[in-house]
Nanobody
Framework: QVHLVESGGESVQAGGSLRLSCTAS????????ISWFRQAPGKEREGVAG????????TYADSVKGRFTIYRDNSKNALYLQMSSLQPEDTAQYYC????????????????????WGQGTQVTVSS
């Protein structure tokens, strides 16, 4: 069983920056594919950013490209999302999610693959 805990969400003004963190426990971290998702009020959950197990390759939703950066620190079992130029439409509950895949691509937002989810952290951006 993998346990994920997010932190770092808060209320900010438009144009501001935040860094979200997610720590994992319960499995070999380098065997996990782990990504960020978000869900805004009244909207479906969407994939935001994903990263390869080695932390080299990344993928982003079009809406956050150039503003968000995902990275992972395998020595700390940690995943991060650096968010800049935040806009009100970025307001959402942000989740990290993971599934076990020791080989093969991690760069997918197929929610059916993600077995483990954190409790989420709220980001609110005001104009």
């Amino acid at each position: 069983q993998v346990h994920l805990v997010e932190s770092g969400g808060e209320s900010v003004q438009a144009g501001g920056s935040l860094r979200l963190s997610c720590t994992a426990s319960g499995d070999t971290y380098t065997a996990l594919c782990i990504s960020w998702f978000r869900q805004a009020p009244g909207k479906e959950r969407e994939g935001v950013a994903g990263v390869s197990r080695a932390g080299i390759a990344t993928t982003y939703a079009d809406s956050v490209k150039g503003r968000f950066t995902i990275y992972r620190d395998n020595s700390k079992n940690a995943l991060y999302l650096q968010m800049s130029s935040l806009q009100p439409e970025d307001t959402a509950q942000y989740y990290c999610a993971a599934f076990r895949r020791p080989s093969g691509s991690c760069l997918t937002f197929d929610e059916g693959l993600y077995r483990y989810w954190g409790q989420g952290t709220q980001v609110t951006v005001s104009s």
